[in-house]
C-alpha cells in the first residue's frame, strides 16, 4: 500500500526509513528529503494559528509513480508517506488512518525510556509494526 | 468545453519545438530584437558593444495624442524560427528587429559578416521590421581622407522605412537625419572597405579603439523604428472592421478549421475574439496597457462564450502579463534579481539545518514586501474606484516596493492602476486557469510550460512558495515532445527557481536529476562536466558543503543521501578524466561521512581511494574548477586516528635550564596562601596547550603520536611530519606501517630554526596515496587541545666529555642518572690520591663554550666528598671560552678518603667513664674488648656497617684470644673475601652545566654529568690503640696496631724515619711518639665548651656536651692532625697515606694525651727521681720520699687524693700489692687536698722501709673525685623536659650557680694523674 514510511526529526535528520522495496530505497529517500521543503512552509503557515494546527499536512506533492504525504507532530516530527499513485483506489480518509496509527506507534516507541529523543529509532517493534502499516494490515 | 477533441490529430511538428525558459510575464510586452554575433573573432570589444546595445531596452516614445509610451524591448540571442509562427497567437514571440555585431580586419572577412547578416535576414524574413549591423573594423593606421560615402545601408533602409513612413510621417525626418551625421562618422572606414552588392542592410562602421558613443543613440533610433512599425500594424489591427476579420490561428489550429463554416455565428464570434486578444496584444506591446487590459477581458469574454479554450487561455494569460506589467514593473529592469537575492543571502549554504529561523526571516521579509506592495496597490484600485487624483504619493513613498509609476505610460503616469486590472491574489489564480486551458491541447505543451514558468516567477515575486511548488511541480507532467538537452533545461531552470523561494532540498533533488539526464545511459554524448558541475550544484540541498570541516562542524542532513550524492560526484569526476577531483572527493567522503559508515564500506572506500589516488595522487591544496569554484582541501585526519599526542621534552642532557641567579629580595614572605586573582587558576587550565619544558633552536626535538588504523588491513603511512607555526621548523619525515587496530607510537622529530614561539598544529601524512594535513583542531571526540606552544630558546652549545679513565660496564643508579653522558670508573686502596683528566669538547660548529659550571654530587657525605674529589675550578674558568669546535681539559683529583680507624663505641665512654676511671689503666683493654659485644654501633650506611662488623669480628677475635695488648695480632679473617667485603663503594656525579651564544644572555644553560664509580679497597687499617706515656712528660707514645688488608706487602712508615714492612694481611704494632696537647687548647676547648653550654641552657636543651667530649675530640683531632702514616705495596707504586681521623680516646687516654695539670716533684733520699733512674736503697733503713706537687693548670684543683702504693711487678703479667710484710711507710700513703689554688704547691713527705730486699716499684698517683653536692648542681642544671615546673623554681638558681658549676665542671671527672714512669728502687741487703 504504501512504498515508504519515514519519521524525521524536528531538526530534518532521519530517524527512520522503512521501504517496501529496497532496491529503490535510495531514490524514496530523495524524494522524501525533497518533500521537507514543503513540509516546512506549511508548518510556517501553521504556525500562525497553533490552536487550528492541523496535524495532517495533506499531499506533499506528487510524481508519476509516488504520492507523498505529509503530517507533523506537535513536538515537530514529522511523518512522511509514500504511496502509489496508480492506486486509485486509496482515499485521503485511508492516509489520514495510516498517519493516526503511524503517530500512536511513534508515541510508543519513544515512551521507551532507554530512547534518546532526537537518535534513530532503532525498535524490532517499531519497525515490524511500521512493516505491517506499510502492507495495510495495520 | 474541450475543443480538443477536434484538434487531436494534429502533427507534433507544428507545436513549438523548444519552450523559452527565460520568459516571465513581462516579456509579453516587449518587442523582440535578435542580436546576434557575426563573423569568426568574438573579441572583448565586441562583449563591451553588446553590453552597450543592451542597455537600450527601452524607449520613450510620444505618440500622436501627446501620451508618453514607455516601449520596451526584450535582446534575444537565439530565437527558432518556428516560434515565429505563433506570432499571430501571441504577438510578442515574434521577431522583429535584427543587430548583428561582427568584426573584420580585411574586405573579406568583412564580406563574409556581410553575408551572414543577409542569411539571418532571410531566415526571420517574415516577421523582421527592420535590421542593423554593427562592423568594428581595423585599426586605423593611415586614415585617407577622400570620401566616397556607401549608400547600400541608406538605400535598403529607405523601403522599409517608407512603409512606416505612411502612418507616422513626422518619423521619417527624425530617423533620417541621425543617418546622415553616422554616415559622415563612419565614413573614414568605410572609404577602405565597402560591402558587398548584395548587402543591404543598414551597417555602422567603428574602430576598435573607437569610443562609439553613438552608439546607443544609433540603437535607440533603430528601436524607435521598430515601435513606429508595430504601432502601424497595432493601428492597421484596430482599424480593422469586425465583421470582416479573418481567423487568426495558432500554428498547429490550421488544418482544424478546413471545410468549417467560417461564417457561422460561433465562428465568427471567433474571429472576432481572436482578433480583439491580437489587438490586445500588439497594445501591451505598444505600451497601451489601459486599452489592453479591457481588449483581453472583451477577448477573454467573447472567446470563453464560444469555448475557444486555447486562445481564452491565451487571453486570460495575457490579462496576468498586461496586470504584472502594471504591478511589478521591477521584474523588468532586473529579472527575478530582486527577490532571489532575498532569498538566497539569508538561505544561503549553511542554514537550512535551522528552518524555523530562515523560514520565518524569510517570511517576514518577503511578506512585508509583498503584503506592502498588495497594500499599495489595492489602496491604489480602491482610491482609483472612489475616483480620488491624489494617491500618487502614497505609491511612491511605501518604499519596499519598487513600483515606479512613471514607466506605466501615458495613463498611468498619475500612478492609478486601471480598475479592470486584476488583483495579485488573482494572478495565480488566472495563470492556473490559462494553464489548464492549455493543457487541453497537446500541442501547446511549450505555451503551457511556460505560462507555467511566469506564473511561477510571478509567485516568486509575491513571495508564495507553496504556488511556486505547485506551478513548478505541474512542469513535470506536461508531456513534452522534447529533446534531451531541453529536458535537462527544464530540471535546471526549475531547480534555479526552487532555489529562488528557498526550497534547498526540492532545488538539489532537481539539480541531482539534471545531472543524472546529462549523463543518462543512451545518451549519445554524455556530458560528464555538466552533471559534475550541477551535482557539486546540488551540495548545500543535503547541506552538504565544498569544505569537509563546515560538514563535519554542522553534521546534519541525511547521510545516506550525502553518501550516494559525493559517490556519484566521484564517479562524475572519474569520468571526466579529473582524476585529482575524484581523489579530493573521495577524500572528502571518507573524512566526512567516516561515522556513518559501516566499517566494510569503510574499508571498500580506503581502498577505492587507494585506487583513485593511483592515477592523481591527493595533496592539501585547494583545486579550481574552470568556473571558478575552489574546492577546499580534504585531509585524512582520523586515518590513521591519532589516540594522543605527546611534546617530548629533550633528552635530559640536552634540556636547558635555567642559570641560576641569586633571587631579587622579595620581602620576607616567600609564600603567600592569599591568590590576589583567581585568574591564576584560569590561565592554568585553558594553558593545557601551552609546554613546560622548553625547546633548543637548532637541536631535535620530539613529539611522539599515538595511532590507530581502523581499517582491517595494514595502513603505511608515509612521509609523516609536524605541522607547525610560528618559528620555522624542519621536520623530519617518518614512514610507519600500522596493523589493523593495533595502537601504535610514532616518534616524530624536527628542528627549530629560529626562537620563539612553535606553535605544533598536528602531523601531516601521506597514506592511501592521499596527503593530508592533519591538525589537532580537527580532531574531534578526544581531550586533545587544538594545538601545543613550545618555546624555543636561542641554540646551545653542546659538549662531548671525555674522562682519561676506564668507562664503567654499568652505569650509576644515582638521582640524575639520566644526564649521565659518560663515566669513569677506578679503583684506589685507601689514603690513596689519583687524578683523571677529563677533556671537554665544543661540539657545536658555531656556537662558543663560554660558560662552565661544575659541581659534585655523591652519595658520601659532603665532607668526606671533599676531601674525595677536588677540582681547580680557577684554572678551569681560565679556559673559557672554548671556540667551537675546541677543547679544554680539566684535571679531578681524586683522594681515596676512608676510615682507617676500626670505630670505637663512642657512647661507651661517657657512661663508663667513672668505672674506669677508678680502675687501673691496665683494665683498660680488658674492659673495652668484653664491653664490646653488647655495644650499640653507630649506624650509618651500610659499608660502613659492613665495615664495622668486620672489625667487630677481628676485635672479637683480637678480644677472644688475647687478653692483654702486647700480645694483639691480627688473624687474618675470612682470607681474601673480607678483603672484598671491606672495600667501599662510591658514586659520584661530576656535574656539567655550561652554555654559551644567546643563550647564556638569556639566561639557559644545559647539564651534563660523568659518572664516576670508584671503588676503595682498604689498604692498612688500625685495628687498636692505646696511649703510652713517653720518657718525656712532653710527649705520649701512641700505640697502634696496624693490619694490612692487602693482599700485598706493605711498606709502612710511620715516623720521620722509621719504617716496617707487614706481610699480606699480617698485622703489627707500632708506637710513634707525639706531642701532647698543650694546656693552652684545652683552655681553649674548655672555654668553647662553656660558652656553648651556657648558649644550650639558655635555650633550655636538654643535653650538655660534657667537657671530656670536647677535650676527647680536642685530642682525637690533635692526634690526626700530627700523625700521618705513609703505607706504600711494595713492588708496585701505589702509596698513599692513612690518617688517624676518628680515633676516639677513652677518659684516660686523654689524660695522657694532654699535658698533665699537675706537676711532679719527687725526690727520694733526697735527690729528685729522674725517668729510669735507679735508686738503691738497704733493708730496714729508713728512706726519705718526698712529693710535691704544682698546680700548672688555670683552675684550682679540689679534692684530690695522693696515694702512694708499693708493688713488685713479677714481669709475667702478675704484680703484688700485699707488701705488708715487705715495705712500711711511715706516714699517711693516702692524703687529701682539699683544694689547690692555681700555681700552688703542695708537698708531702714520708718515710719508707723495706724490710726484704728485691725490686720494688712505686706507683704514685693523684686522684679526683667528684663531690655529692657538684652531682646535684649538675642534676639541676639538666632539667629533664618533664619536670618544668620544677625548672621554672630552679631555673635562677642554676643560673646563679652557673658559674661555680661550670669552673668545677672539671671536677665532676674522676681524674688520675700518675707519676711516670713509676719509681723503681732495688733493695739490697745491707
Known sequence: MAFCIAVIGKDNAPLYLATSDLERELDLQYHVHAALDVVEEKCLIGKGAPESKELYLGLLYSTENHKIYGFVTNSRVKFIVVIDSSNIALRENEVRAIFRNLHMLYTDAVCNPFYIPGEQLTSKKFDKAIQKLMTGNA | ?1326
Open chain 2, 1 to 1326: 468545453m474541450r475543443a480538443a477533441a477536434v484538434l487531436s490529430h494534429v502533427s507534433a511538428e507544428s507545436a513549438m519545438s523548444r519552450p523559452d525558459y527565460e520568459q516571465n510575464a513581462l516579456h509579453h510586452s516587449c518587442l523582440l530584437v535578435l542580436l546576434r554575433g557575426v563573423g569568426p573573432s568574438r573579441a572583448l570589444v565586441l562583449q563591451r558593444a553588446f553590453e552597450k546595445v543592451r542597455r537600450v531596452n527601452n524607449i520613450k516614445v510620444t505618440d500622436s495624442s501627446g501620451v508618453m509610451r514607455t516601449i520596451h524591448f526584450r535582446f534575444i540571442h537565439e530565437h527558432p524560427v518556428d516560434h515565429n509562427d505563433w506570432g499571430d497567437f501571441q504577438t510578442h514571440r515574434r521577431l522583429l528587429g535584427l543587430i548583428t555585431i561582427g568584426k573584420f580586419d580585411n574586405q573579406t572577412e568583412l564580406n563574409e559578416l556581410c553575408r551572414q547578416h543577409e542569411s539571418l535576414k532571410v531566415r526571420y524574413g517574415s516577421t523582421l521590421y527592420e535590421s542593423r549591423a554593427i562592423f568594428f573594423g581595423p585599426d586605423a593606421e593611415n586614415n585617407s581622407l577622400d570620401i566616397a560615402n556607401h549608400k547600400d545601408g541608406v538605400d535598403n533602409a529607405q523601403p522599409l522605412l517608407q512603409a512606416m513612413s505612411e502612418q507616422g510621417a513626422n518619423t521619417e525626418a527624425k530617423i533620417k537625419v541621425p543617418e546622415q551625421q553616422k554616415q559622415q562618422i563612419t565614413a573614414r572606414l568605410q572609404d577602405e572597405f565597402t560591402t558587398p552588392s548584395n548587402f543591404k542592410s543598414q551597417a555602422f562602421f567603428y574602430r576598435e579603439q573607437d569610443a562609439y558613443a553613438d552608439l546607443e543613440t544609433r540603437v535607440g533610433d533603430f528601436l524607435h523604428a521598430l515601435f513606429w512599425v508595430l504601432e502601424s500594424r497595432r493601428l492597421e489591427r484596430s482599424r480593422e472592421k469586425p465583421d470582416r476579420v479573418s481567423l487568426l490561428l495558432a500554428p498547429f489550429e490550421k488544418r482544424d478549421f478546413v471545410g468549417l463554416d467560417m461564417e457561422s455565428r460561433n465562428n465568427r464570434k471567433r474571429c472576432v475574439g481572436r482578433v480583439m486578444k491580437n489587438l490586445a496584444d500588439l497594445s501591451l506591446q505598444a505600451g497601451l496597457l489601459d486599452e489592453a487590459l479591457s481588449l483581453y477581458h472583451n477577448a477573454n469574454e467573447t472567446l470563453r462564450s464560444v469555448g475557444d479554450s486555447l486562445w481564452v487561455g491565451a487571453s486570460e494569460e495575457g490579462l496576468c502579463a498586461c496586470s504584472a506589467v502594471l504591478l511589478y514593473p521591477q521584474l523588468r529592469t532586473s529579472p527575478l534579481r530582486n527577490t532571489p537575492e532575498k532569498w538566497r543571502a539569508s538561505d544561503a549554504t549553511k542554514k537550512v539545518n535551522t528552518p524555523d529561523v530562515v523560514g520565518n526571516t524569510n517570511g517576514a521579509n518577503a511578506l512585508t514586501s509583498n503584503s506592502s506592495s498588495c497594500s499599495s496597490v489595492s489602496s491604489l484600485v480602491t482610491s482609483n474606484s472612489s475616483a480620488s487624483g491624489t494617491p500618487t504619493n502614497s505609491t511612491s513613498s511605501s518604499s519596499t516596493s519598487t513600483i515606479s509609476v512613471a514607466h506605466f505610460g501615458g495613463h498611468q503616469r498619475n500612478g492609478e492602476l486601471p480598475a479592470n486590472i486584476l488583483k495579485p491574489e488573482e494572478i495565480p489564480n488566472f495563470y492556473r486557469r490559462a494553464i489548464i486551458n492549455y493543457s487541453k491541447y497537446r500541442n501547446a505543451a511549450t505555451i503551457e510550460t511556460e505560462a507555467a514558468l511566469k506564473a511561477t516567477r510571478i509567485c516568486i515575486e509575491q513571495n508564495r512558495p507553496l504556488d511556486v511548488a505547485m506551478f513548478l511541480q505541474n512542469i513535470l507532467y506536461i508531456n513534452l515532445n522534447m529533446s534531451e538537452p531541453d529536458r535537462v533545461k527544464r530540471f535546471e531552470i526549475i531547480t534555479e527557481l526552487y532555489q529562488q523561494i528557498g526550497y534547498q532540498r526540492k532545488a538539489a533533488f532537481f539539480q541531482r536529476l539534471a545531472a543524472q539526464k546529462h549523463v543518462q545511459q543512451g545518451s549519445q554524448a554524455p556530458d560528464w562536466k555538466q552533471s559534475y558541475s550541477l551535482m557539486l550544484g546540488s551540495f548545500t540541498g543535503y547541506l552538504l558543503s565544498l569544505d569537509p570541516l563546515e560538514v563535519l562542524e554542522n553534521a546534519a542532513g541525511w547521510p545516506s543521501l550525502q553518501i550516494d550524492l559525493v559517490q556519484s560526484l566521484i564517479s562524475a569526476a572519474r569520468r571526466l578524466g579529473h582524476s585529482a577531483l575524484a581523489t579530493r572527493h573521495m577524500t572528502f567522503l571518507l573524512q566526512t561521512q567516516w561515522n556513518n559508515m559501516s566499517a566494510t564500506e569503510q574499508s571498500e572506500m580506503a581502498v577505492q581511494l587507494q585506487n583513485l589516488s593511483a592515477q592523481c595522487e591527493g595533496s592539501p591544496v585547494p583545486l579550481v574548477l574552470d568556473n571558478g569554484t575552489v574546492i577546499p582541501p580534504a585531509n585524512l585526519t582520523d586515518l590513521p586516528y591519532c589516540l594522543e599526542l605527546v611534546v617530548k621534552d629533550m633528552p635530559a642532557q640536552l634540556r636547558p635550564l635555567r642559570i641560576k641567579i641569586a633571587k631579587a629580595d622579595s620581602g620576607p614572605f616567600l609564600f603567600t596562601p592569599i591568590h590576589f586573582n583567581s585568574v591564576d587558576r584560569r590561565d592554568k587550565k585553558k594553558d593545557r596547550n601551552k609546554i613546560a619544558f622548553l625547546w633548543v633552536q637548532n637541536d631535535l626535538c620530539e613529539v611522539s603520536v599515538r595511532l590507530r588504523n581502523p581499517l582491517p588491513f595494514e595502513l603505511a603511512v608515509t612521509d609523516m611530519r609536524l605541522l607547525s607555526n610560528g618559528v620555522v621548523f624542519e621536520s623530519l619525515p617518518q614512514t610507519v606501517v600500522l596493523q589493523p587496530h593495533v595502537p601504535t607510537h610514532v616518534s616524530l622529530h624536527g628542528t627549530p630554526m629560529e626562537c620563539g614561539q612553535l606553535d605544533l598544529q598536528g602531523y601531516s601524512t601521506h597514506t592511501l596515496g592521499v596527503k593530508s594535513n592533519c591538525r589537532l583542531k580537527h580532531m574531534h571526540g578526544r581531550r586533545l587541545p587544538p594545538n601545543y606552544l613550545v618555546n624555543v630558546i636561542p641554540a646551545l652549545p653542546r659538549i662531548a666529555i671525555k674522562t682519561s679513565l676506564p668507562q664503567t660496564a654499568t652505569f650509576s643508579s644515582m638521582k640524575k642518572a639520566d644526564i649521565v653522558v659518560t663515566s669513569a670508573s677506578l679503583t684506589l686502596y685507601n689514603g690513596e690520591s689519583s687524578s683523571c683528566t677529563i677533556t671537554i669538547t665544543n661540539e657545536s660548529s658555531s656556537l662558543p663554550l663560554e660558560y662552565v659550571e661544575v659541581n659534585i654530587n655523591s652519595n658520601v657525605e659532603q665532607k668526606q666528598q671533599q676531601k674525595i674529589f677536588r677540582i681547580d675550578d680557577q684554572a678551569l674558568q681560565a679556559q673559557l671560552p672554548v671556540p667551537p669546535l675546541g677543547s679544554i681539559e680539566f684535571e679531578l683529583l681524586i683522594y681515596a678518603d676512608a676510615d682507617f680507624v676500626c670505630p670505637m663505641p663512642g657512647g661507651l665512654l661517657p657512661q663508663n667513664s667513672a668505672d674506669y676511671g677508678a680502675s687501673s689503666p691496665s683494665h683498660y683493654s680488658n674492659i673495652s674488648s668484653s664491653g664490646h659485644a653488647s655495644l650499640p654501633l653507630h649506624v650509618s650506611s651500610p659499608h660502613h656497617r659492613r665495615h664495622e662488623q668486620q672489625n667487630a669480628n677481628s676485635r672479637s677475635t683480637i678480644s677472644g684470644a688475647q687478653q692483654s695488648l702486647a700480645a694483639l695480632s691480627l688473624q687474618p679473617v675470612g682470607a681474601g673475601g673480607s678483603a672484598g667485603a671491606g672495600s667501599q663503594h662510591i658514586e659520584a656525579q661530576l656535574r656539567l652545566k655550561y652554555s654559551g651564544g644567546e643563550a647564556l644572555t638569556a639566561g639557559y644553560c644545559r647539564q651534563c654529568a660523568v659518572s664516576f664509580n670508584l671503588e676503595l679497597l682498604p689498604s692498612a687499617q688500625i685495628t687498636s690503640w692505646d696511649v703510652l706515656p713517653a720518657e718525656i712528660a712532653s710527649q705520649f707514645y701512641l700505640v697502634l696496631d696496624i693490619s694490612n688488608l692487602t693482599a700485598q706487602e706493605m711498606s709502612l712508615n710511620y715516623t720521620d724515619n722509621k719504617n716496617i714492612l707487614i706481610e699480606a694481611k699480617e698485622s703489627c704494632r707500632v708506637p710513634i711518639p707525639v706531642d701532647r696537647c698543650s694546656l693552652e687548647q684545652v683552655c681553649a676547648a674548655r672555654a668553647a665548651e662553656i660558652a656553648e653550654n651556657l648558649e644550650r641552657e639558655l635555650c633550655f636543651r636538654t643535653q650538655l656536651l660534657s667537657f671530656s667530649d670536647a677535650l676527647s675530640k680536642l685530642c682525637s683531632t690533635h692526634i690526626a692532625e700530627c700523625v700521618k702514616i705513609n703505607w706504600m705495596l711494595t713492588g708496585t707504586d701505589i702509596k698513599g697515606v692513612a690518617s688517624l681521623r676518628g680515633i676516639v680516646l677513652s677518659h684516660a687516654m686523654v689524660d695522657l694525651t694532654t699535658v698533665s695539670p699537675l706537676q711532679w716533684s719527687i725526690s727520694f733520699k733526697d735527690t729528685l727521681v729522674q725517668p729510669h733512674s735507679e735508686m738503691i736503697c738497704s733493708v730496714g733503713q729508713s728512706t726519705m720520699l718526698s712529693i710535691t706537687l704544682t698546680n700548672q693548670s688555670l683552675q684550682p684543683l679540689k679534692n684530690l687524693v695522693l696515694t702512694i702504693k708499693f708493688y713488685q711487678d713479677y714481669l709475667n703479667g702478675m704484680e703484688n700489692y700485699n707488701l705488708e710484710t715487705r715495705v712500711a711507710i711511715s706516714g699517711p700513703c693516702r692524703v687529701t687536698i682539699p683544694i689547690m689554688e692555681k700555681h700552688e704547691q703542695k708537698q708531702h713527705n714520708c718515710s719508707v722501709i723495706f724490710f726484704t730486699p728485691g725490686r720494688f716499684k712505686a706507683s704514685i698517683e693523684c686522684a679526683t673525685r667528684p663531690q655529692q653536692n657538684n652531682n646535684s648542681s649538675i642534676s639541676h642544671s639538666c632539667p629533664g623536659g618533664t619536670n618544668l615546673g620544677q625548672l621554672e623554681v630552679l631555673a635562677p638558681q642554676s643560673v646563679s650557680m652557673n658559674a661555680a658549676s661550670a669552673a668545677s665542671f672539671d671536677e665532676q671527672q674522676a681524674h688520675i694523674w700518675k707519676f711516670i714512669p713509676p719509681i723503681e728502687v732495688t733493695v739490697v741487703e745491707q
